[in-house]
């Protein structure tokens, strides 16, 4: 069956950076658009970033300039580069992968930006 698995989350101060990664099976990897969400404690999950399957990208405003997509096909993986971080991104990162109506979810990867 289809999973998504996160993974490269941690605790880190203001300012400093995180790397995710997000490790796809069971599904042919390239056909999918790839998404990153957050979800913050008491708040609904949101959008962050997406990149399509022919490497086309966009970006929520809160990220843009910070946070960097990608995707290698060949390992079936989409990372997020986050630079810069503050405060408000502490939140629940979740892989997400979508195809027509089809789309899955990952289980999560925790960032807590803290000093």
């Known amino acids: 069956q289809v999973q998504l698995v996160e993974s490269g989350g941690g605790l880190v101060q203001p300012g400093g950076s995180l790397r995710l990664s997000c490790a796809a099976s069971g599904m042919i990897f390239s056909i999918y658009a790839m998404g990153w969400y957050r979800q913050a404690p008491g708040k609904e999950r949101e959008f962050i970033a997406r990149?399509?399957?022919?490497?086309?990208?966009n970006y929520a405003d809160p990220v843009k300039g910070r946070f960097t997509i990608s995707r290698d096909n060949a390992k079936n993986t989409v990372n997020l580069q986050m630079n810069s971080l503050k405060f408000e991104d502490t939140a629940v990162y979740y892989c997400n992968a979508i195809y027509g109506r089809v789309d899955y979810w990952g289980q999560g990867t925790q960032v807590t930006v803290s000093s």
């Open positions: 990149i399509t399957r022919s490497g086309s990208t």
